[in-house]
């Protein structure tokens, strides 16, 4: 399964970003922490390259903070900042707006001097799906932006003024035209950055299983109840499925036939709808259901 999703607003969007950074004193750049580093879009790095930015590693509620921390040197230097961040809790952005202005103090000091308080104008950027939206109604207080748990809810940007002269430009998510690396496309896709509509679960579900194992061994064993050493270990709870276990070869495939096992997810031949446990095992890593993880 190669995944690729560029819709045609992300081209128009690319070009909406280039276009209003002219007007922007500081890039807000939003990356989703289970991802810290697959959910950098390299053209919008390209396009904020000369510009003070503020990394903002947002849902680090789901994600495995001391493995974070072992990225955040490299969000930190000169013109650089970064924050932590959970945008579903609300009043939290006190942080954000702090670093902002720390970011623009030239610009701040510059119109102080004149006896005039600066605007500061920043852009919210980042890759569907990881919250920029959300961020920006916390900024606001108030909720002036439309939000959403799936990718592409966001077609066009917006400035909103969040008060104390800062205002602020909410942009749609945006991916690259052609992305080569499918180790980063899938981390994109297990977080709900590609539309799940393109997407092969069965595929996909077995990837993550892959993944998962390899990053975080015994998680599925500790959120299923089911043991991954053994191809028969589990007490038949569908005794008229007639399809086996030991007839999937690949463990993954396995994995998934086992989880479908468990939570008696079968179709209408009587067989284990492994398709089902795909996207039960993908929606339970974005509800957080599997525990604190990051995958980069």
């Keep these: 399964m190669k995944i690729n999703w560029f819709p045609g607003h992300m081209n128009k969007a690319l070009k909406d ?3 209003e950074l002219k007007k922007v004193d500081v890039v807000t750049y939003v990356l989703d922490a289970r991802i810290p580093i697959s959910s950098f879009n390299p053209s919008l ?7 003070p930015v503020l990394y903002v590693l947002n849902k680090i509620d789901m994600a495995d903070e001391a493995k974070v921390k072992k990225f955040l040197p490299s969000f930190s230097g000169k013109s650089r900042d970064f924050v932590l961040y959970n945008s579903t809790l609300s009043g939290k952005s006190d942080a954000i707006l702090a670093k902002i202005k720390k970011l623009a103090s030239e610009k701040i000091e510059k119109y102080r001097a004149k006896g005039v308080k600066a605007t500061v104008r920043t852009m919210v950027v980042g890759i569907p799906n990881c919250g920029k939206s959300t961020l920006v109604n916390n900024l606001c207080r108030k909720a002036k932006t ?15 003024s969040v008060g104390d002269c800062i205002e602020v430009y909410d942009t749609p998510g945006t991916l690259y035209p052609n992305i080569a690396n499918q180790d980063i496309a899938k981390k994109l896709a297990y977080v709900g950055s590609v539309r799940d509509e393109i997407l092969d679960f069965v595929e996909l579900g077995a990837e993550f299983v892959g993944c998962i194992n390899k990053t975080y061994p015994n998680v599925l064993e500790k959120r299923y109840g089911i043991d991954l050493s053994k191809a028969d270990n589990l007490n038949p709870q569908l005794d008229e499925i007639e399809n086996s276990i030991e007839e999937i070869e690949n463990p993954n495939f396995q994995t998934l036939a086992k989880i479908a096992k ?12 492994i398709e089902r446990a795909g996207r039960s095992l993908i929606d339970d890593f974005r509800k957080g259901r599997l525990g604190r993880l990051t995958l980069d």
Excluded at 45 to 51: G, S, W
Excluded at 146 to 160: E, F, I, L, S
Excluded at 262 to 273: L, P, Q, T, W, Y
């Design 262 to 273: 468990i939570r008696k997810f079968v179709s209408n031949g009587g067989e284990f709808d």
């Design 45 to 51: 790095d390209k396009l904020t390259e000369n510009k």
């Design 17 to 19: 970003i280039g276009e």
């Design 146 to 160: 439309m939000t959403g748990d799936r990718a592409g809810v966001t077609k066009r940007g917006q400035w909103v």
